[in-house]
């Protein structure tokens, strides 16, 4: 069976519609889709829809941003109910969170010379969840960076002279509020959280202490010997 149960849609920072995404699905014949757009599922009911026309079982799920200790990471919640309450006032003080952090990026590029208004922040980011890869896009449209690996490096990666904290929930926090909205929750991508295994290690056995129920193995960032000690680690816990 031929799944993608991580993809981004204009709802988030991916660049296609959820229609679009469903349309390259039925392209390539798989069987299942899941778009899991950062702190929002904002995108669901129209991948559903398209779903419907296209023969491709939608999965319902998102993205969210967490912390455990220091380290920061990603959640993925599958098979929740976008209606859910709880779940939804949630993803509204994340996203409120992110709006403020928005703010504050573009007050520390401002005092560094270069000026992007708000408006034209939202503009450009056009629905969904804005965040720095709308501001790297507009920096590289503006020729201040040539790429948007440039705009991380020098000015919105963590420790640069734009980058701005903003506000998350406890990985176990997520974890808790995927399950009371009927879902499960898995570490997304732990390969790229550190090269080092053996805090891979701890990190998941700590997480299955808060009730982690899957973990991210195949990857694009994962390599070979990451994705066999990530599935090793899975088949330990019986995730």
Known sequence: ????????????????????????????????????????MEGYDEAHAAGNRAGVR????????????????????????????????KLQQLQN???????????????????????????????????????????????IVSGMDQAFRRY???????????????????IDFIHGAGGVAVLAHPGILSPDMSLQARLVAELVEQKLDGLEVFHPAHSKKIQKKLHELARRYNL
């Open 1 to 40: 069976m031929c799944v993608d149960l991580h993809t981004h849609s204009i709802y988030s920072d991916g660049t296609a519609t959820p229609e679009e995404l469903v349309a390259q699905a039925a392209q390539l014949k798989l069987q299942a889709l899941a778009i899991t757009d950062h702190d929002t």
């Open 156 to 174: 919105l990666g963590k420790g640069k002279p734009a980058y701005a904290e903003r506000f998350c929930f406890k990985a176990a926090e997520a």
């Open 58 to 89: 939608i999965i319902s799920g998102l993205e969210i941003s967490c912390l455990h200790g220091p380290l920061s990471m990603h959640m993925l919640g599958y098979g929740v109910d976008p209606e859910n309450t709880v779940l939804n006032h």
């Open 97 to 143: 969170g992110r709006q403020k952090r928005n703010r504050r990026i573009l007050e520390k590029l401002a005092d560094l010379g270069m000026k992007i208004s708000y408006d034209e922040l939202q503009e450009n980011s056009q629905c969904g969840q804005t965040g720095r890869p709308h501001i790297a896009r507009l920096l590289v449209a503006k020729r």
